[in-house]
């Protein structure tokens, strides 16, 4: 079970309206494209043209309106809340979730018993060695709301060791993972995730057009609707 080479997911007539948004005023209306197997899609556009209400539409955080025809390996859906889709997806959110706890037990995010060893491997991964040496605690540092504070780019960074953590969930959506990182940092990066892209569904929100000739797919949102759509030679 769970997203495989063969896996399809097809998405058509996708609105969403915020509740408090004007009557007809959509942040995202009639989307539609498929994703299949370990594909890499980009999307792209302008800020508030609707990819983070797209990314939580994909995570199951924000229900399509009426008229949203999903279908994953054929199957009708009516979200993304499916036990089949959350299991083998992992969601970095543009400001991720940090909870009050040691940096390690963020990181166990979705790994709860993982091994120290493995934490500290993923943390490296992630960029966030030198940081986490400057720590008097290191891994074992108290962070999140009424412990230390911390920049949204070591947010990020938790956030991306949560998910190579467990890179056994193979439908990975990033909302702008790289978006409070400086370049260097973020080529860095690059380095780690590239190769980990090869065997997941990656579903990628971005400014930072360096990553397009790396995607197989891009979508390109205005005002809520996909006004390009193809391979970065056909755009
Ligand atoms: P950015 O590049 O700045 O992250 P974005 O493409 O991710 O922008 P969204 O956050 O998806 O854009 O916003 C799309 C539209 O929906 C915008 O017009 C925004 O103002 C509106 N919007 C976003 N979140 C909400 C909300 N919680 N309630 C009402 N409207 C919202
Ligand atoms: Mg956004």
Excluded: C
Excluded at 121 to 145: C, F, K, R, S, V
Excluded at 160 to 181: G, M, N, Q
Excluded at 222 to 227: A, M
């Amino acid at each position: 079970p769970g997203w495989g080479t063969d896996s399809t997911l097809s998405l058509s007539g996708v609105s969403f309206r915020y509740p408090d948004a004007a009557k007809d005023t959509f942040a995202l209306q009639d989307i539609g494209f498929t994703a299949q197997g370990m594909e890499k899609i980009a999307i792209v556009g302008r800020s508030g043209s609707g990819k983070s209400t797209m990314m939580n539409l994909l995570a199951g955080f924000n229900q399509p309106a009426s008229g949203a025809h999903i279908s994953l390996d054929g199957h009708d859906l009516t979200s993304f809340n499916q036990p089949q889709w959350q299991d083998s997806m992992s969601y970095i959110p543009q400001e991720p979730y940090i909870f009050s706890a040691s940096i390690a037990d963020n990181i166990r995010f979705y790994v709860p018993d993982a091994s120290d060893a493995a934490v500290a491997a993923a943390a490296d991964q992630a960029g966030l060695t030198d940081w986490l040496g400057q720590l008097p605690d290191g891994l074992a540092t108290m962070i999140g709301e009424g412990q230390r504070g911390i920049s949204g780019g070591q947010g990020q960074r938790i956030a991306l060791a949560r998910v190579l953590l467990d890179s056994r969930r193979k439908i990975l959506l990033f909302d702008e993972p790289t978006a409070h990182l400086d370049i260097e940092t973020e080529y860095a990066l690059k380095q780690t995730l590239v190769p980990l892209f090869a065997d997941h569904l990656v579903i990628f929100a971005t400014h930072r057009l360096h990553w397009l000739p790396a995607m197989d797919q891009i979508i390109v949102l205005e005002n809520g609707r996909i006004s390009e759509q193809g391979r970065l030679s056909d755009l």
